[in-house]
């Protein structure tokens, strides 16, 4: 199968990667990511061999980039107009709600959770775009969803 051309691939997954990279970043920096990701995925794309499964590669890219991102963020100092007394955040994002209480998941569940229902992808693909066995995706969802579950009391 040929490749399409790389705007008509970009216009094809724009939407779903961006709704994917809001979930999983928030709305601050989910434009950063997205222009990462597609950037990355310019630089990769000449070397594709075939077009199977474009959808499961650029929402790997994302789920990369998110992980930078996070990487990234938690690295990062964060300006504060007076020290607190006790260290820790004291100001919540502006979007949050259960978006943000999965960002709050461990690494593994959070990617798992936000490829299977952000991006909708099966267990077999969110296996292959965050490293590991489909039995592993399905461990990592199911305990991020009773962890979210424990969070809010239901």
Avoid at 81 to 96: K, L, M, N, Y
Wanted: with cysteine; aromatic share 8%.
């Amino acid at each position: 199968m040929r490749l399409p051309p790389f705007q008509r691939f970009l216009d094809a997954h724009r939407d779903e990667v961006y709704r994917f990279l809001l979930s999983a970043v928030g709305s601050q920096d989910a434009d950063d990511c997205f222009q990462e990701t597609f950037l990355a995925a310019l630089r990769g794309y000449p070397s594709l061999r075939e077009a199977g499964n474009l959808r499961g590669w650029i929402l790997t890219i994302a789920h990369r980039k998110v992980l930078d991102h996070h990487r990234m963020r938690s690295r990062r100092a964060v300006p504060v107009a007076a020290v607190p007394d006790h260290p820790g955040r004291e100001t919540p994002d502006p979007d949050d709600g259960v978006w943000e209480a999965v960002r709050k998941l461990p690494t593994k569940q959070r990617a798992a959770v936000l490829l299977r229902f952000a991006a909708d992808l099966p267990y077999r693909e969110v296996a292959r775009a965050a490293g590991g066995t489909e039995e592993a995706a399905r461990r990592n969802v199911a305990d991020g969803l009773r962890a979210l579950r424990k969070e809010w009391g239901r």
